[in-house]
């Protein structure tokens, strides 16, 4: 396909998953007409640590995750209900499940929301910082601070901030910016990025991928890191079977913007060049 063609054919598609992406933030953001009244609870709840993996799963609220010398782990939710009358907020308030499972090493806490539109769950943990750590968001930021091993992020619609991180890394982000601050990576990094801006700083290791598909991606490298083994769109393209992201390859750091810029360390590539 000429590349006229391919880039016209690239902003239809990513236009029309932006509208579909904030057609979704609407719906959960707007619930009724008119003025609304909250209902909250704060819950705190102290667990034994898994020995594997800690999953969490939040449809709807913020996420702060924190890393500490620990054996167990601490969790304070906070939950949030909106009715236009105060009967309503507190029944959709009681409806709100926060459950804990914990099997074959890993531990679940899950939130169940029976009226999405209608109430939130903004959780706090604090946990053992080499446990591994497996995240689905919907709606709302992510912090995680102070974690070693493997860690897999995915949500669709919210930041995700992720400072002073050891081991590998998975972020998934549909609509809003990537952060990542003072990383290590040991093996494989992943960062995929539908609408939002991706910033790394630290270093990305020699396996890995970072794709931003409406948003720029700026690289804050170590002293030293080879040029040669960063490879470009055009050239993953070339080496990869190419779709959401190819898989890593072996000795390189595969970085592609399909509609904004690449910077490192001041050094700006424009698309298509």
Do not use: Y
């Amino acid at each position: 396909m000429p590349e006229k063609k391919r880039r016209l054919l690239l902003i239809g598609l990513f236009s029309l998953e932006a509208l579909i992406l904030f057609l979704i933030f609407l719906c959960l953001r707007v619930g009724s007409p008119g003025p609304l009244i909250e209902a909250s609870s704060t819950h705190t709840l102290t667990l034994p640590a898994p020995t594997a993996r800690l999953r969490i799963i939040n449809p709807r609220g913020e996420l702060v995750v924190r890393g500490q010398e620990t054996d167990h782990v601490e969790l304070r939710a906070t939950k949030r209900a909106f009715g236009r009358a105060l009967e309503e907020a507190n029944r959709l308030l009681e409806a709100i499940d926060l459950s804990e499972l914990n099997q074959d090493g890993e531990l679940t806490l899950q939130v169940d929301l029976p009226q999405p539109a209608g109430g939130l769950v903004d959780l706090e943990v604090v946990l053992p910082s080499k446990l591994e750590l497996m995240i689905q968001t919907g709606l709302g930021d992510v912090l995680i601070e102070d974690m070693e091993g493997h860690a897999r992020v995915c949500s669709q619609i919210g930041s995700i901030a992720i400072r002073r991180f050891s081991g590998d890394l998975s972020v998934e982000a549909g609509l809003g910016e990537v952060q990542i601050q003072d990383a290590t990576i040991l093996a494989e990094l992943t960062v995929w990025a539908g609408m939002g801006d991706v910033e790394f700083a630290g270093s990305p290791g020699l396996n890995g991928r970072i794709r931003a598909k409406m948003g720029d991606i700026t690289l804050h490298l170590p002293e030293g890191f080879p040029p040669e083994v960063t490879l470009w769109g055009e050239d993953w393209e070339k080496e990869a079977s190419f779709g959401d992201g190819p898989d890593p390859i072996q000795g390189c750091l595969a970085i592609w913007a399909d509609m904004g810029k690449v910077s490192i360390k001041g050094l700006e590539v424009e698309v298509g060049d």
